[in-house]
């Protein structure tokens, strides 16, 4: 017997009337706190350097170095631990910011920690130098090197800070645009490693360190607030999720010529806490894929029985995905993601879906709560040939009494006026489009256009909902 068949029969033993899965738990944790909470913690940190006697170092130029190197130090390492915090997936952070906000601001964190942490070896180097003119090369490095082989922590120090500006060169965008999600992925855990070693240099020679166990204490709390929620979010809960609920592949459907859907089935589907409009992280559990995780959309409302997502080939992956067989394992991450119901204000609700930025617009379409006539969607595709999941889209519009524009073809066919995506277009076509809710998905560039032709025609910021799939 095949797998095929053995894996249908098996679902269909535990197939029953679909059900609405049990809703991700909302955090009363809003932005506002999450400023206030790094804002406060800062200023803690500059108030224990002063009364560590800072302020006193700046009576010569030498010493002001040094004084330098203590807060760039200090603050480098808190924007590390901040950047740590913000992609730990922590829920309370993934609600508030949403995946693409936070890895924004940890690239902004962890980039400018880099900056600091540079800056304080350069400082701290030349301030302890000795010298009264202006060191040479030579002498910095004798400084460097003595520092390194002789001080206490002093190679772990050097060996993070190398291992940090490796990860920094990798994370510039030319960088990334050349290397393979995996590679630049794999060298980003150096990080992890660098703080370790960087942690084991405040404990031997930190000025928040050394002598004063309130100021080590509160330094030791800001790690663990940092890597605990790492550790349950990215690592322990996930675990848990996937032995609890033993994912697999149910079956694979041919949508049109390159897009197909991967239909996920498991254990106790309807206690999976689950929004349509959220994402997952998938790894295939073969010698191939284990240790690579795709982020994919859910293409369908949650339904207690699957989790639905469509793939479009684009690359490597994404084609094996749509070459699996029904039996095979995956882990799943997730869900993740704010693109769901949780964040409407309005209303009336428009989708703008570019491309195979159909897929979480398809979920929200079908299961998002509203009135006949109060919800339309605008499918932006180069081509009809191009159109994903065009019949499912029509029944749902006929059946929710939704409005379905599906616009095809060149840019180049288009007016400025006519074009659907501008200023105009989108004004002609809903009057109504302040009083809605706008979802939105697709390719960057055309997220980028839909947003600043809603902002110019006065959509407030808070109206707009959209998450960007980079990295």
């Not at 800070?161 to 960088?175: E, G, H, Q, T, Y």
């Not at 939105?440 to 006065?458: F, H, N, Q, Y």
Request: aromatic share 10%; glycine share 10%; net charge positive.
């Amino acid at each position: 017997m095949s797998r095929m068949t053995t894996a249908s029969r098996a679902s269909a033993t535990r197939q029953f009337a679909p059900t609405s899965p049990p809703l991700p738990r909302r955090w009363s944790f809003t932005p506002s706190d999450l400023n206030w909470g790094v804002l406060g913690i800062g200023l803690i940190i500059a108030a224990m350097w002063v009364r560590h006697g800072g302020l006193d170092l700046f009576d010569s130029p030498l010493n002001a170095l040094v004084a330098i190197g203590q807060l760039t130090a200090l603050f480098g390492t808190y924007l590390a631990l901040v950047g740590i915090l913000l992609m730990s997936r922590a829920p309370f952070i993934d609600q508030v910011l949403g995946s693409d906000e936070a890895s924004r601001l940890h690239r902004l964190a962890g980039f400018t920690s880099v900056w600091f942490i540079g800056a304080h070896a350069l400082a701290s180097t030349i301030g302890f130098s000795g010298v009264t003119t202006v060191p040479t090369l030579g002498e910095i490095w004798e400084q460097i090197y003595t520092f390194t082989i002789l001080e206490e922590g002093g190679l772990g120090a050097t060996v993070a800070l190398a291992l940090l500006i490796l990860v920094a060169l990798v994370s510039i965008r030319a960088a990334r645009a050349r290397l393979a999600y995996e590679t630049w992925y794999g060298i980003h855990l150096y990080v992890y490693i660098a703080m370790a070693l960087g942690f084991l240099h405040q404990l031997a020679i930190g000025t928040d360190f050394v002598g004063d166990e309130l100021a080590r204490n509160s330094w030791i709390a800001l790690y663990a607030v940092a890597f605990v929620p790492l550790i349950i979010f990215r690592f322990l809960e996930p675990l848990f999720r996937n032995l609890r609920h033993r994912f697999y592949i149910d079956k694979v459907v041919i949508e049109r010529d390159g897009v197909a859907s991967i239909w996920i089935a498991g254990n106790a589907m309807d206690k999976l806490p689950v929004r349509a409009g959220q994402w997952f992280g998938i790894r295939v559990l073969n010698a191939r894929g284990w240790w690579k995780s795709n982020p994919f959309s859910l293409s369908s409302g949650p339904n207690g029985i699957h989790l639905r997502f469509t793939v479009e080939a684009l690359g490597d992956r994404s084609r094996e995905f749509q070459n699996l067989e029904p039996g095979t394992r995956v882990f799943l991450e997730g869900p993740y993601g704010i693109l769901t119901g949780a964040v409407r204000t309005r209303e009336k609700v428009l989708l703008i879906a570019g491309g195979i930025g159909i897929t979480p617009l398809r979920a929200l379409f079908e299961v998002l709560p509203v009135r006949r006539g109060d919800m339309a969607l605008l499918y932006r595709a180069p081509s009809n040939a191009s159109v994903v999941l065009k019949r499912e889209l029509r029944r749902i519009a006929e059946a929710r009494g939704a409005r379905l524009d599906i616009v095809t073809g060149s840019r180049d066919q288009f007016t400025f006026n006519d074009d659907p995506l501008s200023p105009g277009g989108l004004w002609a076509a809903y009057p109504d489009i302040r009083e809605r809710d706008i979802y939105l998905c697709g390719s960057p560039r055309m997220m980028a256009t839909v947003e600043k032709s809603l902002r110019d025609i006065g959509v407030s910021k808070g109206q707009i909902h959209l998450e960007r799939f980079s990295w």
